[in-house]
């Protein structure tokens, strides 16, 4: 058969991060760091909660936009924790993980045409869609300010044609969080403009030290602003799929039928597991990051102690280091370290041309992989120079 395909689909390639862990089939001795999810089982009352929900056969379909209870939990939790506050009844819509809410907010808002910025390096699940709905990519280089997206850049880049911006902090992959001063400088510039405000805060709970900043915290930018987020990482829930966006009414109405339309309702064995992680698992967060910070700190120190500059992470469990004095290309560098070194980090170009010349290593792995893996970097990098 010879029938056309879309040429949009055509053209995706294969998530860059898997391109290189897939290859890991082919080294069972390589150390592992490239996935990003919490190496922890999913809090046993959250798995219980699931359980329970499919012995009591609550394994129907819920409504379009999710349990109400769990609505209901979401807007509580975050209430309790931000001080904001969306309607359960209209400006929530439960997904299929956060990657579902960003794809239903980008067919909602976006058409032929339309302009995103994305400040860069970011995580790779946002430009395949973008262009997928036929809009244009325009980054906000982030690599010459420590990657804090400066507000004084973003409004060069602002023109007629722009529809949304887009935030992820704390970042993958440079666990960087924002401050709150280039948070208020980007929210006094984004105040006047017409223009939507997409933030990612999916890591927020992994916040080390200070407090996190939301966008939604401003009430100023309530009537343009999406909120996405879920339990994957702060739960570590990642195979539940669940999801949230949060958003203005209005908009709300045409995203909750985009997202009916898709995928009808999340998995909802998933949303009783949720009610329970929101209400009752509180505290799983903070004790994850209890060993993430020994495991940044420790990863963080080796490799200053290696030669690789490195923006010291505050949030999510990946770091940034720049390898940009070797010579060689992110690609060619992990390519190289997979085969002769024996361990798999992504290379930065997977996050934009702006991660070119920097590598990302997930710590969400234990103490002792990690340590081999660095040991094993280390000797690699020696071997390079020699
Ligand atoms: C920044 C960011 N957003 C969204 C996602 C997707 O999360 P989910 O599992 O909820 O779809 C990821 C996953 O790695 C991520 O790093």
């Not at 602003?225 to 209005?250: C, D, N, Q, V």
């Amino acid at each position: 058969m010879s029938l056309d395909l879309n040429p949009r689909a055509k053209v995706l390639k294969v998530p860059g991060i898997r391109q290189f862990s897939n290859q890991l089939v082919h080294f069972p001795n390589a150390i592992n760091l490239t996935i990003g999810q919490p190496d922890f089982p999913t809090p046993k009352a959250v798995k219980n909660a699931g359980i329970q929900a499919i012995e009591q056969n609550l394994t129907g379909y819920s409504h379009n936009a999710g349990l109400l209870e769990l609505r209901d939990a979401v807007n509580t939790f975050f209430t309790n924790k931000y001080g904001f506050s969306y309607d359960p009844q209209n400006e929530i819509v439960i997904t299929n993980g956060a990657s579902e809410a960003i794809d239903t907010v980008f067919r909602t808002i976006l058409k032929e045409g339309d302009e995103v910025i994305l400040p860069a390096p970011c995580y790779s699940g946002y430009e395949p869609i973008i262009h997928f709905c036929g809009a244009k990519i325009v980054y906000l280089d982030t690599t010459e300010t420590n990657f804090q997206p400066s507000a004084e850049k973003l409004a060069e880049l602002i023109t007629e044609k722009t529809k949304a911006v887009f935030f992820n902090y704390p970042s993958n992959p440079t666990g960087v969080v924002l401050r709150k001063e280039t948070v208020n400088q980007l929210v006094d510039l984004l105040i006047e403009k017409d223009i939507y405000i997409l933030t990612d805060e999916i890591y927020s709970e992994n916040t080390f030290s200070g407090t996190h900043t939301s966008f939604a915290a401003y009430p100023a930018l309530r009537n343009k602003l999406f909120y996405i987020h879920g339990l994957s990482k702060s739960h570590s829930m990642t195979g539940w799929r669940i999801g949230f966006l949060m958003g203005p009414a209005e908009v709300m109405e045409q995203v909750v039928k985009v997202h009916a339309f898709n995928t009808i309702c999340a998995s909802v064995p998933g949303q009783y597991a949720a009610i329970e992680a929101l209400i009752n698992s509180k505290d799983t967060p903070s004790e994850m990051n209890i060993e993430y910070i020994k495991r940044r700190d420790y990863v963080f120190n080796r490799l200053m102690a290696i030669g690789l500059p490195v923006e010291k992470p505050n949030g999510a469990f990946y770091i940034f280091p720049s390898i940009e004095r070797l010579g060689m290309t992110s690609f060619d560098f992990a390519t190289k370290l997979l085969h002769e070194g024996g361990v798999a980090v992504v290379p930065g170009s997977v996050f934009t041309p702006f991660g070119e010349g920097y590598i990302r290593i997930s710590y969400a792995y234990s103490m002792e992989v990690l340590e081999k893996g660095l040991d094993r970097i280390e000797e690699f990098i020696l071997n390079l120079k020699g």
